[in-house]
T-cell receptor, first 112, second 116 residues
Framework: GENVEQHPSTLSVQEGDSAVIKCTYSDSASNYFPWYKQELGKRPQLIIDIRSNVGEKKDQRIAVTLNKTAKHFSLHITETQPEDSAVYFC???????????FGGGTRLMVKP | GAVVSQHPSWVICKSGTSVKIECRSLDFQATTMFWYRQFPKQSLMLMAT?????????EQGVEKDKFLINHASLTLSTLTVTSAHPEDSSFYIC????????????FGPGTRLTVL
């Protein structure tokens, strides 16, 4: 089955700096890669996603890049703000069905 | 659109009792829902895939007789933790595919279960 690795597990940045979180996946047939933001005790919220036919997608301060050959994808947050502090999860969709496999999560702390 | 609700949001029960958690898609129909368990500071672990009108598909290591899943309608799936024990204490979250984007999963708010 699919295996998703996520790094780093924790990331601390100064407000206004950029943050980058990286994930690798094992199943070359995976074709959908969402990113979720989860605040403490809350539900994961979809913040951006990308499909395998696209190399990059941007939504305001958030962007995701995908390298299918290397089987890795990254989340980029620019001009970080304290409210960006949360746990971020990457995921990959199993091509055989609708099941998502999640990475281990990254705890992002943005210091004011 | 694509709103998923869960009830209850938290529950405390005694060891040996059973607890039922409901997951509803409020503004769309979901033929497939997913149940996850999340321990503190850990990732989301898929427990089972709930299919409307048929048996759930359980992930390896998840006891189907302990975690009973029923998906009786296109808007409701239930998870019953039978004979709960302290080690079952966790955050249980359901999700469903969106109506216009079936790849995307929208999550319920979660249920925090504490077994004494």
């Amino acid at each position: 089955g699919e295996n998703v690795e996520q790094h780093p597990s924790t990331l601390s940045v100064q407000e206004g700096d950029s943050a980058v979180i990286k994930c690798t996946y094992s199943d070359s047939a995976s074709n959908y890669f969402p990113w979720y933001k989860q605040e403490l005790g809350k539900r994961p919220q979809l913040i951006i996603d990308i499909r395998s036919n696209v190399g990059e997608k941007k939504d305001q301060r958030i962007a995701v890049t995908l390298n299918k050959t290397a089987k890795h994808f990254s989340l980029h947050i620019t001009e970080t703000q304290p409210e960006d502090s949360a746990v971020y999860f990457c995921a990959a969709k199993d091509n055989a069905g609708n099941m998502l496999t999640f990475g281990g999560g990254t705890r992002l702390m943005v210091k004011p | 659109g694509a709103v998923v609700s869960q009830h209850p949001s938290w529950v405390i029960c005694k060891s040996g009792t059973s607890v039922k958690i409901e997951c509803r898609s409020l503004d769309f129909q979901a033929t497939t829902m997913f149940w996850y368990r999340q321990f503190p500071k850990q990732s989301l672990m898929l427990m089972a895939t709930s299919n409307e009108g048929s048996k759930a598909t359980y992930e390896q290591g998840v006891e189907k007789d302990k975690f009973l899943i029923n998906h009786a309608s296109l808007t409701l799936s239930t998870l019953t933790v039978t004979s709960a024990h302290p080690e079952d204490s966790s955050f249980y979250i359901c999700s469903a595919g969106g109506p216009l984007r079936p790849d995307t999963q929208y999550f319920g708010p979660g249920t925090r279960l504490t077994v004494l």
